[in-house]
Each structure stands twice: as C-alpha cells, then as structure tokens.
C-alpha cells in the first residue's frame, strides 16, 4: 500500500542491478494477480500468509518462495537458514518451494499408486507388477521432482499435471525401469 516503499525497492533494483528482474506494484496484496511469479520474497505475518497459502499453492510447482521469520502453518521450510554476525530480530530466512499436486490414486505401466499429500510430504502406498501394496518411505518432493523407496526398490519422477513419469530402480540388482502413471479421476 505504501508508495514510499514501493519507489524504495525500485530504487534499491537499480542500484543492484537488477530493475529488469524485479517487479515492484503498489496495491492489496490480496487482490494482486502474481499467477506467473516464479518467486516470491515475503515478510508477512503468519495470519496473512494463510490468506494468500491458496493463490501461493496455486503457483506453477517450482516457483520458490522466500520468508523472513514467519511461514505458512503446517507447511516446514525445504531450507531454513539463520542470518549470523549482528542480527538480533528477524534472522531467520526460509525457502519453500511449492510442490506439484500428487494427492490421489494413480495407475498405469503395472504400478498403483495412493497417494496422500501435506504440502511436499507424500505418504501412501505403491502396488507394482501386481503385487501387495508397499509403503512409499523417504518421500521428498521437490517442485515437480519426486523421489521416494518402497519395497527394495528407488523411485525418481517428474510430476506433470495428470501424469507422473519416472524410472525405478531394484536394489538389490541394479535393474532400471521406466515408469508413468497417470491420475484416476476421484
């Protein structure tokens, strides 16, 4: 709201360097179109960050978001990093990036998968070849990247919209396959 602050940070991006890779609008925060953003650097408090977590997680998987201090609740920082030297309030820098949407059931290539998402935490369970269901274990989603284990075998995938693609890989014997599911309406 503060055009002060607004011509501040125009100033500061020419000094730096770096005008043409910033955007600086003076509006509501609530009401500012920011869809096509690929970062977002916020000091807000939590109770406005909750208002915009839907319009954030909306964003394209991938696009990072920078805080000061506060986050989003229940969604932990992928990186979290404290300012040392003389800071003495608001040291506490945090990155998220916002995760693909993999919640649901997927299947396809002989692989079943049930998925449950809280933010980049993936749980659920991996059916393959026809066989029981195993426990995805060590899931870290990443933006659109995926990676987890289940039942002696490593997964790595990219998350595109409805269609998830990777390869997967036997531990015990080194054999890679390719993989891709696709979404199953709810």
């Not at 991006?13 to 920011?34: C, L, N, P, S």
């Not at 869809?35 to 964003?59: C, H, M, R, Y």
């Not at 993999?102 to 393959?128: E, H, M, P, Y």
């Not at 995805?136 to 490593?154: K, P, V, Y």
């Amino acid at each position: 709201y503060n055009p002060d602050m607004v011509e501040l940070s125009r100033r500061l991006a020419r000094e730096a360097g770096v005008a043409d890779k910033a955007t600086f609008v003076q509006g509501d925060m609530y009401e500012a179109e920011f869809s096509k953003a690929t970062v977002l650097a916020l000091f807000l408090l939590p109770g406005n960050l909750e208002q915009l977590k839907d319009k954030i997680l909306a964003l394209k998987p991938g696009t990072r978001m920078v805080l000061n201090t506060f986050t989003v609740d229940g969604w932990e920082p992928d990186e979290s990093v404290r300012v040392e030297g003389d800071c003495t309030s608001w040291c506490q820098v945090l990155l998220h990036i916002v995760p693909a949407k993999v919640a649901g059931r997927w299947s396809g290539d002989g692989i079943d998968l049930v998925l449950n998402q809280d933010f980049q935490k993936v749980t659920g369970t991996i059916a393959a070849g026809g066989g029981a269901p195993a426990a995805i274990a060590d899931s870290r989603l990443g933006g659109a990247e995926w990676t987890f284990t289940a039942a002696g075998a490593m997964y790595s995938a990219r998350v595109d919209g409805s269609r998830i693609v990777g390869t997967s890989s036997i531990v015990a014997t080194g054999r890679r396959q390719g993989w891709t599911v696709t979404k199953r309406p709810e």
